[in-house]
């Protein structure tokens, strides 16, 4: 069964502080593995896609890594803004029997102080 | 380009009442899914649908919940008779389809407490 765990579980930091969330997962059979962020009360963004024969993909000023063989991606986030403040969830499609379904793992709340 | 539509955003209700919920995916998106959120925890995926065919229902409870996407489009999602373990968020997310690089459009849920 695939698993997927995000540490921290909450993080707060001052403005303007680079900053960077873990993600792995046990299977790494997987095709894909997404970045969502979700605010409070409200669906989830997707903010990068790294597909499994990618290293890393970068949006402004996000940037995500995928190494498949060992389970592990994070995200990196530059110079962090309040409105970064969210929870960033972290998902791969495939392995461990998943049928070709999204698994998540339970998010890591962002807190960014002005 | 409108979203995924869901209604309603909140719902309360006590124990052993019905209810139900509604999602329009993105239009042209063929592959329609709904997730339960529990407080602190990721999504978990309740049933997927391509076009009207159910293809992924494995972790629906299917004595109390079920679901249907009459005409390939629209959806609902139904408990009967609700439980105190139902309180969550569900939330419906469309796609293309199912291949490998399709991005997972997701609405803003609806908040079920159950009471």
């Known amino acids: 069964k695939q698993e997927v765990t995000q540490i921290p579980a909450a993080l707060s930091v001052p403005e303007g502080e680079n900053l960077v969330l873990n993600c792995s997962f046990t299977?790494?059979?997987?095709?894909?593995l997404q970045w969502f962020r979700q605010d409070p009360g409200k669906g989830l963004t997707s903010l990068l896609l790294?597909?499994?024969?990618?290293r890393e993909q970068t949006s402004g000023r996000l940037n995500a890594s995928l190494d498949k063989s060992s389970g592990r991606s994070t995200l990196y986030i530059a110079a962090s803004q309040p409105g970064d403040s969210a929870t960033y969830l972290c998902?791969?499609?495939?392995?461990?029997?998943?049928?070709?379904?999204?698994?998540f793992g339970k998010g890591t709340k962002l807190s960014v102080k002005p | 380009e409108a979203g995924v539509v869901q209604s309603p955003r909140y719902k309360i209700i006590e124990k052993k009442q019905p209810v139900a919920f509604w999602c329009n995916p993105i239009s042209g998106h063929n592959t329609l899914y709904w997730y339960r959120q529990n407080l602190g925890q990721g999504p978990e995926l309740l049933i997927r649908?391509?076009?009207?065919?159910?293809?992924?229902d494995s972790q629906l409870p299917k004595d109390r919940f079920s679901a249907e996407r009459l005409k390939g489009v629209d959806s609902t999602l139904k408990i009967q008779p609700a439980e105190l373990g139902d309180s969550a968020v569900y939330l419906c997310?469309?796609?293309?389809?199912?291949?490998?690089?399709?991005?997972?459009?997701f609405g803003p849920g609806t908040r079920l407490l159950v009471l």
């Open positions: 998902a791969v499609l495939g392995g461990g029997g998943s049928q070709g379904n999204l698994i």
């Open positions: 997310a469309s796609s293309l389809g199912v291949d490998r690089g399709e991005t997972q459009y």
């Open positions: 790294i597909q499994s024969s990618q």
């Open positions: 299977d790494s059979a997987i095709y894909n």
């Open positions: 649908y391509e076009n009207e065919e159910a293809v992924d």
